[in-house]
């Protein structure tokens, strides 16, 4: 797989808690020079980046960041704000509590619930699987699929460790038909992006591919 194939599978991201304007256009800007996938933001800056790149880049964002443990009903709005601001895509924080105590039904139901406020946007939701049991990420992919979301993900990015290989092909084989999955987090060459592809993710959040484009001049 070449460069261009896998930099268009790349969310290309910024979530620093310092994140300016001006590195969310400079994000914007490199990401439609490199044609990304998306640029995943924060939710205070997706207006601004819809409204700067139109429809020359798909703007995603984060709900429920980074921890996951606001109510249902505060993830719903965050999650039609988003969309009403230009969203396209959605990456939501499972609430982990409910993980560890093994209510996987009223995750399920709270993944259903954001999924259907994002419509035919596309639904990622994030499990945090450096914190996880191989039986919570087993449920967690029983839990998206029933939910109907589209994407399963590793990682903030903002825990103890990021995405690995072992995860996304156990996500592999364990997800439903339809559920796609994004690497996340720690993803820091091209060599390990392609791996992550060959194991079964179809998306890829980092920005370092992109730094390494453009450090190459």
């Known amino acids: 797989m070449n460069r ?128 996880l049991t191989e039986e919570e990420k087993v449920a967690l992919c029983r839990a998206v699929t029933e939910a109907g979301a589209d994407y399963i993900k590793t990682s903030t990015g903002f825990s103890t460790a990021g995405a690995t290989f072992a995860d996304v092909e156990l996500f592999a084989a364990h997800v439903g038909p339809g559920v796609k999955i994004k690497a996340a987090g720690g993803i820091g060459s091209f060599e390990d992006a392609e791996k992550f592809v060959s194991l079964g993710a179809d998306r890829l959040g980092t920005s370092r591919l992109v730094k390494i484009v453009k450090a190459e001049g």
């Open 4 to 131: 261009e194939e896998l930099l268009g599978r790349v969310d290309h991201t910024v979530l620093s808690q310092t994140a300016t304007w001006e590195d969310i256009r400079t994000l914007c800007d490199d990401a439609v020079a490199c044609q990304t996938a998306s640029v995943c933001i924060p939710p205070s800056y997706v207006k601004r980046a819809k409204e700067y790149l139109g429809d020359r880049m798909a703007v995603c964002t984060v709900i429920g960041f980074p921890n996951g443990y606001n109510t249902t009903a505060v993830k719903v709005f965050e999650t039609e704000e988003a969309i009403r601001e230009g969203a396209d895509e959605i990456d939501m924080v499972v609430n982990l509590g409910d993980v560890r105590m093994g209510e996987f039904e009223k995750v399920t139901d709270e993944i259903r619930a954001l999924k259907k406020a994002c419509g035919e946007k596309v639904l990622k939701v994030i499990v945090e699987t450096c914190l």
